[in-house]
């Protein structure tokens, strides 16, 4: 034997025996994973397999295969008439209301407004929704007793009795969209730097109720009003509270039918950054925002 | 016998048009053509004028594409989803998620219905889970938002605080009677 042979057997004796764990697969014998496309690899996104769901191709919304649709059985019924065109008023309560005011969120020593409520933070309005301000509803009529000057949309009767009997003065006034967007935000509008628009006239179907006296309307008489206070004083039975010289000011002060913002008036403008305010001195000017 | 017809109407034609004006004359024309047209319409008596323009004779363009009633999920101008009219026009959708409808049949032979039963098809009434699930999905958002209307009659019906699945001001706390 060479030496080379003698080697190699050596080698070999002390080499591991051919056996299943040492040996290399048959070429091909192991498959490679495929690399699907897609978030999970290629598969049908849930969508199963097959079949109308797979496809997407469900029949469509409301249909019944040959049945008359349920969506058009019945007969029509003018349910959203108009809906478009009708002024909303989304609704405040006393109960919120009272809880306002004792939680300090309100302050009644000044007239309280649609500002005042805004400020508070806790109500929306969109104007361009035909919002057209709040309705104050008689939820908690019985335990509201705040004596505040009120300026708020919409009331009914119950609430002008409640609010009367505690010692205060409700007004129901109207502001068109317009005037809303600087009332909702007067931060932004002041910063907007414009003059304060001049508060619309209400349209011919709402000036009825804000010129009735019994609904505390902005244009009715101020006279006819006291009287109406007595009437709905007797009709609920109770006796409107004697007024304290103090806050008899505040709780008689009212604003003008163009005015929006207590203690400015429409044409103004109201600079922030330098605390000033800027008044129109062209007579022109001041004849359009008085008229 | 359509040939003797016409010779005859020619020949009357021809005997009307010396004597008279140039209106009568063609009155007269006017009367033979339209009664040989009227009697014998496969005979084309009508000779062609001017050459046929071809812009009025062309057949007018009709819409290719018919409506439906059904839900459009993307509109062409903005790709938005689009309400069923024909919903809005039959169903009312409270707040608290339900829509009410008519009745059907309420108009129909009512000289045959007895009044309890004309009562009853004077009512509106629920639609089920279902059905109200399926018509939310066949109006837009705008359909779902509150609306806070006066003198609203579906005003008291918007809000169903008698169910825990559809309340939506807390319970208010009734605290346990003292018992002695």
Same mark, same amino acid.
């Given at each position: 034997?060479?030496?080379?042979?003698?080697?190699?057997?050596?080698?070999?004796?002390?080499?591991?025996?051919?056996?299943?764990?040492?040996?290399?697969?048959?070429?091909?014998?192991?498959?490679?994973?495929?690399?699907?496309?897609?978030?999970?690899?290629?598969?049908?996104?849930?969508?199963?397999?097959?079949?109308?769901?797979?496809?997407?191709?469900?029949?469509?919304?409301?249909?019944?295969?040959?049945?008359?649709?349920?969506?058009?059985?019945?007969?029509?019924?003018?349910?959203?008439?108009?809906?478009?065109?009708?002024?909303?008023?989304?609704?405040?309560?006393?109960?919120?209301?009272?809880?306002?005011?004792?939680?300090?969120?309100?302050?009644?020593?000044?007239?309280?407004?649609?500002?005042?409520?805004?400020?508070?933070?806790?109500?929306?309005?969109?104007?361009?929704?035909?919002?057209?301000?709040?309705?104050?509803?008689?939820?908690?009529?019985?335990?509201?007793?705040?004596?505040?000057?009120?300026?708020?949309?919409?009331?009914?009767?119950?609430?002008?009795?409640?609010?009367?009997?505690?010692?205060?003065?409700?007004?129901?006034?109207?502001?068109?969209?317009?005037?809303?967007?600087?009332?909702?935000?007067?931060?932004?509008?002041?910063?907007?730097?414009?003059?304060?628009?001049?508060?619309?006239?209400?349209?011919?179907?709402?000036?009825?109720?804000?010129?009735?006296?019994?609904?505390?309307?902005?244009?009715?008489?101020?006279?006819?009003?006291?009287?109406?206070?007595?009437?709905?004083?007797?009709?609920?039975?109770?006796?409107?509270?004697?007024?304290?010289?103090?806050?008899?000011?505040?709780?008689?002060?009212?604003?003008?039918?163009?005015?929006?913002?207590?203690?400015?008036?429409?044409?103004?403008?109201?600079?922030?950054?330098?605390?000033?305010?800027?008044?129109?001195?062209?007579?022109?000017?001041?004849?359009?925002?008085?008229? | 016998?359509?040939?003797?017809?016409?010779?005859?109407?020619?020949?009357? #034609?021809?005997? %009307? $048009? *010396?004597?008279?004006?140039?209106?009568?004359?063609?009155?007269?024309?006017?009367? =033979? +053509?339209?009664?040989?047209?009227?009697?014998?319409?496969?005979?084309?008596?009508?000779?062609?004028?001017?050459?046929?323009?071809?812009?009025?004779?062309?057949?007018?363009?009709?819409?290719? #594409?018919?409506? %439906? $009633? *059904?839900?459009?999920?993307?509109?062409?101008?903005?790709?938005?989803?689009?309400? =069923? +009219?024909?919903?809005?026009?039959?169903?009312?959708?409270?707040?608290?998620?339900?829509?009410?409808?008519?009745?059907?049949?309420?108009?129909?032979?009512?000289?045959?219905?007895?009044?309890?039963?004309?009562?009853?098809?004077?009512?509106?009434?629920?639609?089920?889970?279902?059905?109200?699930?399926?018509?939310? +999905?066949?109006?837009?958002?705008?359909?779902?938002?509150?609306?806070?209307?006066?003198?609203?009659?579906?005003?008291?019906?918007?809000?169903?605080?008698?169910?825990?699945?559809?309340?939506?001001?807390?319970?208010?706390?009734?605290?346990?009677?003292?018992?002695?």
């Amino acid at each position: 034997m060479s030496n080379t042979t003698e080697k190699a057997l050596n080698l070999l004796r002390y080499l591991p025996r051919v056996c299943i764990s040492n040996i290399r697969d048959n070429p091909g014998a192991h498959k490679q994973a495929r690399r699907g496309r897609g978030q999970h690899g290629g598969d049908y996104h849930g969508a199963g397999n097959k079949g109308a769901k797979a496809r997407q191709s469900y029949t469509r919304l409301g249909y019944e295969m040959g049945n008359n649709p349920f969506y058009l059985r019945f007969p029509f019924e003018p349910y959203y008439k108009g809906h478009h065109l009708k002024r909303q008023y989304p609704p405040v309560s006393l109960l919120n209301l009272q809880k306002l005011i004792d939680t300090n969120r309100i302050d009644t020593t000044k007239p309280i407004d649609l500002v005042a409520i805004m400020n508070t933070g806790l109500f929306r309005l969109y104007p361009d929704q035909q919002h057209f301000g709040f309705q104050l509803t008689d939820e908690g009529a019985d335990i509201f007793s705040a004596k505040i000057n009120l300026e708020i949309q919409w009331t009914s009767e119950p609430v002008i009795a409640a609010i009367e009997r505690a010692g205060g003065f409700v007004t129901t006034a109207y502001y068109d969209a317009q005037s809303l967007h600087a009332m909702i935000n007067t931060k932004k509008f002041f910063e907007r730097g414009i003059p304060i628009p001049r508060r619309m006239m209400p349209p011919p179907d709402a000036i009825e109720y804000y010129s009735n006296p019994a609904n505390r309307g902005y244009l009715s008489d101020p006279e006819k009003i006291s009287k109406e206070r007595l009437v709905l004083a007797q009709k609920y039975g109770y006796t409107l509270p004697k007024l304290d010289d103090q806050i008899l000011e505040m709780l008689k002060e009212r604003k003008d039918p163009r005015q929006i913002f207590y203690g400015l008036h429409p044409g103004w403008v109201v600079n922030l950054t330098d605390k000033v305010i800027l008044k129109p001195l062209d007579e022109e000017l001041k004849e359009y925002y008085a008229s | 016998m359509f040939r003797n017809i016409l010779c005859s109407f020619s020949r009357l #034609a021809i005997a %009307t $048009r *010396t004597p008279q004006s140039n209106v009568f004359k063609n009155t007269s024309d006017n009367l =033979v +053509k339209q009664i040989t047209v009227r009697n014998f319409s496969l005979l084309n008596i009508q000779a062609p004028l001017a050459a046929p323009k071809l812009l009025e004779n062309a057949p007018k363009p009709q819409p290719a #594409a018919t409506s %439906t $009633r *059904t839900v459009t999920k993307f509109s062409i101008r903005k790709g938005k989803r689009k309400s =069923v +009219k024909a919903v809005l026009k039959r169903f009312y959708r409270l707040q608290w998620g339900i829509w009410i409808r008519t009745k059907a049949g309420r108009n129909k032979k009512l000289w045959k219905k007895n009044p309890p039963q004309k009562r009853r098809l004077r009512q509106h009434v629920f639609c089920n889970s279902t059905q109200s699930h399926m018509l939310d +999905k066949m109006v837009g958002p705008y359909w779902r938002k509150p609306r806070y209307f006066i003198d609203d009659p579906y005003q008291p019906y918007h809000v169903r605080n008698e169910f825990e699945r559809s309340r939506v001001t807390p319970k208010p706390y009734i605290p346990p009677e003292d018992r002695i």
